[in-house]
Nanobody, 123 residues
């Protein structure tokens, strides 16, 4: 059972950058796909980015393409989200999760959610 803990959030001005980290436990990390989601107050949990087990294949939400980069270090059981050119609309709780279903899309395909790390972008 993989458990994850997010870190790296904070308050940043529009146009700034942050790097989020997701630390995973368990020896199976290198064999599982992972993803980042975000959730603003009163809104649904939205997909941000995903990465295959090897790190070769990545996918991004249209809203973050060209600004965010997902990566992973299987030797360290870590996943990252580099966020550049941040906008106020990026403000949300960011969560990482394990992809455990491939027959559905979105948050339903993921589990083992962390507690999240808050990102606040001021204008």
């Amino acid at each position: 059972q993989v458990q994850v803990v997010e870190s790296g959030g904070g308050l940043v001005q529009a146009g700034g950058s942050l790097r989020l980290s997701c630390a995973a436990s368990g020896r199976t990390f290198r064999s599982i796909a992972m993803g980042w989601f975000r959730q603003a107050p009163g809104k649904e949990r939205d997909f941000v980015a995903s990465i295959s087990s090897s790190g070769v294949t990545t996918n991004y939400a249209d809203s973050v393409k060209g600004r965010f980069t997902i990566s992973r270090d299987n030797a360290q059981n870590m996943m990252y989200l580099q966020m550049n050119s941040l906008k106020p609309e990026d403000t949300a709780l960011y969560l990482c999760a394990v992809r455990n279903r491939f027959d559905v899309l979105g948050a339903s395909a993921y589990g083992n959610w962390g507690q999240g790390t808050q990102v606040t972008v001021s204008s």
